[in-house]
């Protein structure tokens, strides 16, 4: 009687153990709104790769890059409910959450990559995405789309006074809507899924993002100028459920967040050597390419400045001196 009590604790216990190592499996879903070949999406899959090696294979990410699972607005929406699990979008969105993250959409607040790096990886770019979990989401790294160009059909931009009057889509958020109607421009929110139907259908006459993304998503098939602006830096938040994140183990915890910040290098990486590859197939494709004169990016910078003094109230005093301090650092 004994033994056959003994046999059965034991393959009771032994049930107990494989069930608790199936619980172990789980399935990441990520989504993003960029197109396979883009570099979020290079971020992507090598952050899936490092976990799947990291994990045994236990953590599997599955990708869902081109808007596939909706808008970033519904995403966020999904990871907070928790029927998502991550995603990667402008962090400039989190606005609507956290409104010190309307920040990172003033213009020309970096001057270049390694400003932004610096901004994002220190402990400015920390503390912003540890105010998300308030709000049911985890920050755990930041990828990047980069500097930010204008694209139309209707003329070549050589001066800022050829951007009067053109119907520009912006990211729907309040201080995009407000640079593009100080430049004199007219500005439109829309979703990006949405963007280059509009485009086509001459529903809006231009848009504006980075390089890599206006080639990616073949907007010089509906779009024949691009000014090389660089108005705007947009870093890309990479987050997760926190209904999800709090469901993981620490040694899970430790491999995402490890895989995050080691993916966030690899496709910065990338996306800067893909920029002039990318401005090489525009050309090749019809596009015509200007840049602004230093004295038109100066009447620029100036045209923006009453639109960050706006926003710098809205955002707070302290973490706009908290950026600017960070900045004066590695201008040094």
Same mark, same amino acid.
């Given at each position: 009687?004994?033994?056959?009590? *003994?046999k059965?604790?034991?393959? +009771?216990?032994?049930?107990?153990?494989?069930?608790? !190592?199936?619980?172990?499996?789980?399935?990441?879903?990520?989504?993003?709104?960029?197109?396979?070949?883009?570099?979020?999406?290079?971020?992507?899959e090598?952050?899936?790769e490092?976990?799947?090696?990291?994990?045994?294979? %236990?953590?599997?990410?599955?990708?869902?890059?081109?808007?596939?699972?909706?808008?970033d607005?519904? #995403?966020? =929406?999904?990871?907070?409910?928790?029927?998502? $699990?991550?995603?990667?979008?402008? =962090?400039?969105?989190f +606005?609507?959450?956290?409104?010190?993250?309307?920040?990172?959409? &003033?213009?020309?607040?970096?001057?270049?990559?390694?400003e932004?790096?610096?901004?994002?990886?220190?402990? &400015?770019?920390?503390k *912003?995405?540890a105010?998300?979990?308030?709000k049911?989401?985890? /920050?755990?790294a930041?990828?990047?789309?980069?500097?930010? =160009?204008?694209?139309?059909?209707?003329?070549?931009? #050589?001066?800022?006074?050829? *951007? !009067?009057?053109?119907?520009?889509?912006?990211?729907?958020?309040?201080?995009?809507?407000?640079?593009?109607? +100080?430049? /004199?421009? #007219?500005?439109?929110?829309?979703?990006?899924?949405?963007?280059y139907?509009?485009l086509?259908?001459?529903?809006?006459? /231009?848009?504006?993002?980075?390089?890599?993304?206006?080639?990616?998503? %073949?907007?010089? $098939?509906?779009? %024949?100028?691009?000014?090389?602006?660089?108005?705007?830096?947009n870093?890309?938040?990479?987050?997760?459920?926190?209904k999800?994140?709090?469901?993981?183990? +620490?040694?899970?915890k @430790?491999?995402v967040? $490890?895989?995050a910040?080691?993916?966030?290098k690899?496709?910065?990486?990338q996306?800067?050597?893909?920029?002039a590859?990318?401005?090489? #197939?525009? @050309?090749k494709?019809?596009m015509?390419?200007?840049q602004?004169?230093?004295? $038109?990016?100066? %009447?620029?910078?100036?045209?923006?400045?009453?639109?960050?003094?706006?926003?710098?109230?809205?955002?707070?005093q302290?973490?706009?001196?908290e950026?600017?301090?960070?900045?004066?650092?590695?201008? @040094?």
């Amino acid at each position: 009687m004994k033994r056959l009590m *003994l046999k059965t604790l034991v393959a +009771a216990v032994a049930v107990a153990a494989f069930g608790t !190592a199936q619980a172990q499996d789980k399935t990441i879903k990520f989504a993003t709104q960029n197109p396979k070949g883009h570099p979020i999406v290079l971020g992507m899959e090598k952050f899936a790769e490092i976990v799947a090696a990291k994990s045994g294979g %236990k953590l599997k990410v599955n990708l869902f890059p081109g808007g596939t699972l909706g808008s970033d607005q519904a #995403n966020v =929406s999904a990871i907070q409910g928790g029927t998502l $699990e991550m995603a990667s979008m402008n =962090s400039g969105i989190f +606005a609507s959450q956290v409104k010190e993250f309307a920040i990172y959409d &003033f213009p020309f607040m970096f001057n270049n990559e390694k400003e932004a790096d610096f901004v994002v990886d220190g402990p &400015f770019g920390q503390k *912003l995405h540890a105010k998300l979990q308030d709000k049911g989401i985890v /920050g755990l790294a930041y990828f990047e789309l980069g500097f930010r =160009s204008i694209t139309n059909s209707k003329r070549p931009i #050589n001066t800022v006074a050829d *951007l !009067a009057g053109l119907k520009l889509r912006v990211i729907p958020n309040p201080i995009n809507v407000d640079w593009v109607k +100080a430049m /004199g421009a #007219n500005p439109t929110p829309l979703p990006f899924p949405e963007v280059y139907a509009a485009l086509e259908q001459k529903a809006i006459d /231009g848009q504006e993002n980075p390089v890599t993304v206006i080639n990616a998503n %073949k907007f010089y $098939e509906v779009q %024949k100028n691009v000014v090389l602006s660089n108005h705007q830096y947009n870093p890309q938040s990479v987050i997760i459920s926190k209904k999800f994140w709090d469901g993981l183990d +620490a040694g899970q915890k @430790k491999i995402v967040s $490890e895989a995050a910040l080691e993916a966030a290098k690899f496709q910065r990486a990338q996306a800067r050597a893909q920029v002039a590859g990318a401005l090489d #197939n525009m @050309k090749k494709n019809g596009m015509q390419v200007t840049q602004l004169p230093p004295a $038109e990016v100066a %009447k620029l910078r100036d045209m923006m400045r009453p639109v960050t003094a706006k926003y710098a109230v809205n955002v707070g005093q302290e973490t706009v001196k908290e950026l600017q301090t960070e900045l004066a650092k590695i201008r @040094k």
